[in-house]
């Protein structure tokens, strides 16, 4: 690696620098706008892709033909040698490329263009598959980043096996039935017992003298509900009162005993609403239910008057574990958005907010007796060494001022934060990647060795170092990262631990909040690690138990969690944490680490790749005795891609993922209704012959479920709540409600059938009630709204809409249909050219555009 960046530094310092090379500087590379094209997939009959890139310079001086560098980001491989041999590509370190132009490359003048046309090593499937983040450093000033305009991709329609046209999109709504809404459940997620006895209670505007009371106790969720009645109508309720009686109250919480602890009954009659519970929790779900029996329009303004439908609820949760993790380490996002997603999770009844907060690519929490884990980890620019700030990532660019790379959580938002969820019944689980996926903590402790050091306190700068500066081992991960682990064998990495856990601590209690947990990450840690530190061989010759690197994954944990017990916690983290690695008939094989199973740590299980060999890993270790949560790749995932379409973003390295995925997860038998594999397409169900099923002992070990979205591809909120919403929906039903018929029946026939009906019933309820809800509530959230289907039948076209309640439009001409376009009712009659349809939903959002597939 270092060879190769060599190569092309000596090629560029042999250039003849002309005087307008020298004052480069001056050239404003924001005036250089950057468009990605995707040409041809299987070129040259290989499984790789041309691609170009086209570089306009709109400003009013030329681009020189030398002294620079653009460098960009790229989640896959790419060829070094270009196709229009006019620049050269090499590989930097984790998705950081560089571009140099060679001889044959032209300056740019005003308003000119020039094309590169490159290789990348894989297909393009989705338009996240391209290059982002585009910026120049000049020969003369190496250590600054320019950034380039944003980058724009140009539409690309590739013909690849499991591609999903409009035609199928039709195909998979057809069966949909659109249910008048008076015919659907009101709550969301579905109830235990639900019941319409007919009428409404009229809660009307609140200058009349309405009542709120808690009896027996839950007064601060007596004032949640003022909070409630305040959004609805404007202004607080006149009287809030606390009384052992009720005294004509139409709004009451009444606490009880015999109930669960998450359970409620709520009662709507034409006099009032009566919420019991037997806990505070209980009693918050049972507001977050009234909330959905509100009329969705009640949001969008403030009301006058609000019908409510009289109903008798009974409920409680599945799951006790109902959790969504987030991903602010790859790229961050602000407080602001983690209050958003909190409100739409308590909404929906999960209770745990699993927070990532440290990465390859960024460490985000404030660790004030670390100071460098943010003044360093926390900021993304152009750097070729890490020493002051970490290179840029997943389209940051190089300029250090950036929303998504910078970024973190000082210890008061933190705070704040936990004492947000915490009134809204959500746990929070911090997140310490370790020890792979640890890059923004290895150069955060290196440059506090550097500075310690500088000023003469050797001792000090140890203390905390995550690094063997004489490790001379090789590797590259998943992510093409090649020094990104820290190293086990230190005794200055349990010095580093025990601080980390022991401020993390102390903000919870500074927050008043109970910590149950950290999460220590233990994910995709490569071959090749460690092999040949100095530090492992120390620690090796006086400890006969480890007898190769693999052991140091046990000798590791082993040290955590006894940090972890001393202090009253348990240890969390990613299913290879929980597992022990060996060998079958001589490959790699793994099997639960039976040295943990007294502990019962809490593994979280991602890897069910279907295909991959550990679809029945998640069974294995909750049979085993492993306190396990599901967060399926396969189900649960939302950063992959909606399905196969150039026009979904998000990755598919682990499946397609639209919201039938988590809505049809079965968690004690996920094999029964695995229908396709990763690439979308039909599965060979061979794949499950000698695989573990869930004893009825391992189901006592599951303790939920856990949804995910990781950072990669989450460049801004609004990308964020495209991605999350209205999948969570899904996992929000699977998570709270009691285990469906169509779940539990042996007969496929029937099984199948019954699936149809709640699956067209859950559109209904999200296409009529949820979506509409979503567009105000906290002041809206960007869910995606998904494209129609169309199809050509008897000669004309038709169109159908995966939620029942959007609206379709079409144009004729050629243009992208928008909210004043004519709406679809009935079958189009045209020769499909120019023919556009788009969904929209109340507020005016629209989808992406659907186009026929002509014959």
Known sequence: MKYRILVILLAITGVTVSAQTKNAPTFNAHDLSITWEALQNNYQNKDQSLNALTITNNGKNTLPA???????????????????????????????????????????????????????????????????????????????????????????????????????????????KDIPESQLTKAFPTPVSYAETGGYFKLVGLDNDHTVGAINGFDKEKGLLSDLLSSIFGKAPNHLKSTTVSLNLEIVLEKIEGLGPDAYILKVTPDGIHISASTSAGAFYGIQTLKTLIPASAWAHPQKEVDIPCVVITDSPRFVYRAFMLDVGRNFQPKSEIFKVLDVMALYKLNVFHMHLTEDEGWRLQIPSLPELTSVGAKRGHTLDSKHFLPPSHGSGGEIDNKTGTGFYTRADFIEILKYADKLHIMVVPEIEAPGHARAAVKSMDARYDRLMAEGKKEEAWKYRLSDPEDKSEYSTAQYWTDNVINVSLPSTYNF?????????????????????????????????????????????????????????????????????????????????????????????????????????????????????????????????????????????????????????????????????????????????????????????????????????GKENILGLQSAVWGENIKSTERLEYMLLPRLLGFAERAWSQDPDWAIEPNVAKSDSLYQIAWSKFLNVLGKRELPRLNYYDGGYGYRVPKPGVILKDGKYVANIQFPGLTIRYTTDGTDPDINSKIYNDAVTNDGKGLKFRAFDNKGRGSNVSEPVTP
Do not use: C
């Not at 320019?146 to 590739?158: D, V």
């Not at 996920?670 to 060979?684: A, C, E, I």
């Open 66 to 176: 030398s002294g620079w560098k653009m460098y960009f980001n790229d989640a896959g491989m790419l060829l070094p040698a270009t196709v229009t041999d006019n620049a050269k590509i090499a590989f930097i370190n984790g998705d950081l490329f560089s571009l140099t132009p060679t001889t044959t490359f032209t300056g740019i003048k005003p308003g000119e263009s020039v094309r590169i046309d490159f290789i990348g090593e894989d297909a393009v499937i989705t338009n996240t598959d391209g290059p982002d983040g585009f910026y120049i450093v000049w020969d003369s000033q190496p250590d600054k980043g320019y950034n380039t305009a944003g980058t724009t991709i140009k539409p690309f329609k590739p013909n690849y096996k499991g591609l999903i046209t409009t035609s199928i999109i039709y195909d998979q709504n057809k069966n949909i």
């Open 497 to 697: 631990v025990e601080k980390v856990m022991d401020e993390i601590i102390s903000m919870y209690k500074e927050a008043g909040v109970p910590l149950k947990t950290i999460n220590w990450g233990g994910d995709e840690v490569p071959r090749g690690v460690w092999e040949k530190s100095p530090a492992y061989l120390k620690l090796k010759a006086t400890h006969p138990e480890i007898k190769s690197t693999a052991d140091l994954w046990y000798y590791f944990y082993g040290r955590v969690n006894k940090l972890m017990k001393a202090r009253g916690l348990y240890t969390s983290g990613w299913e290879e944490m929980a597992l022990r690695k060996t060998k079958l008939d001589g490959n790699p094989f793994y099997v639960p680490n039976p040295d943990f199973m007294p502990d019962h740590l809490q593994a979280e299980v991602w890897n069910n790749t279907l295909g991959g060999g550990n679809e029945d890993l998640a069974y294995k270790l909750a049979n085993a005795g492993y306190k396990t949560v599901l967060t399926p790749v396969t189900n649960t995932y939302f950063d992959m891609a909606h399905y196969k379409s150039f026009d979904e973003p998000g990755y598919y390295w682990g499946a397609f993922s639209d919201i039938d995925k988590p809505f049809s997860f079965i968690p004690f038998d996920y094999f029964k209704n695995s229908k396709v594999d990763r690439d979308g397409l039909p599965l060979n169900r061979s794949i499950f012959i000698g695989k573990q099923r869930l004893t009825d002992y």
